[in-house]
């Protein structure tokens, strides 16, 4: 079976600080995702990937910066931390844009901004 | 902006009981629609999915009930267990633009 990898688990920033976040999948998904919850809600899309080279905002992606380096990886950047601000980031990958497969998700990177 | 909306916010069942989570959506290019589970401290899991061309879903005791024309689904649990304790989230796909958008999620609780 494959599985999603996110590093790190665990991000402590400083307000104003560039902060990358990385995420790898062995699925050889062709789609990629990444996630914030905030604590006790829903789930926002910041950017995706359809595949490699591809780049698609969502709905959050202002403050986001992203990377799809190649079709395994695909990294999130913070372009300046927010004070206080606290979240998971979640990355998830599925086999292609159509077909009958959901997303499945990485175990997240917990951010606190100092 | 996509919706999808779920209820109750909070819902609570005796263990052996019906839990029954709702779902609706306003966009009509939504072409399927996952449930995740989410314990706490852990990410989402998928946990079952439906495509419109069905009107229903089931593995073992979880069942989706689906309605296109009224753009309603809804998420059965039967002989509800305490381990199923978590918080639901419903998904639905937009067949344009391949986003996946979340409801807000419904927190169970299933009381031994």
């Known amino acids: 079976g494959g599985i999603i990898t996110q590093t790190p688990k665990f991000l402590i920033g400083q307000e104003g600080q560039k902060l990358t976040l990385k995420c790898q999948q062995n699925?050889?998904?062709?789609?990629m995702y990444w996630y914030r919850q905030d604590s006790g809600k829903g789930l926002r899309l910041i950017y995706y990937?359809?595949?490699?080279?591809?780049?698609q905002k969502g709905d959050l992606s202002e403050g986001y910066d992203a990377s799809r380096e190649k079709k395994s990886s695909f990294s999130l950047t913070v372009t300046s931390a927010q004070k206080n601000e606290m979240a998971v980031f979640l990355c998830?990958?599925?086999?292609?844009?159509?077909?009958?497969?959901?997303?499945?998700f990485g175990e997240g990177t917990r951010l606190s901004v100092l | 902006q996509q919706q999808v909306r779920q209820s109750p916010q909070s819902l609570t069942v005796w263990e052996g009981e019906t839990a029954i989570l709702n779902c609706s959506y306003e966009d009509s290019t939504f072409d399927y629609f996952p449930w995740y589970w989410q314990f706490p401290r852990e990410s989402p899991a998928l946990l079952i999915a439906?495509?419109?061309?069905?009107n229903k879903k089931e593995d073992g005791r979880f069942t989706i009930f689906f309605n296109k024309r009224e753009k309603k689904l809804s998420l059965h649990i039967t002989d509800s267990q305490p381990g199923d304790s978590a918080t639901y989230f419903c998904a639905a796909r937009n067949t344009g633009n391949y986003k996946y958008v979340f409801g807000a999620g419904t927190r169970l609780k299933v009381i031994a």
């Open positions: 998830a990958s599925s086999p292609g844009t159509g077909g009958n497969q959901a997303p499945l």
């Open positions: 990937s359809i595949t490699e080279n591809d780049l």
């Open positions: 439906i495509r419109p061309v069905s």
């Open positions: 699925f050889n998904h062709d789609t």
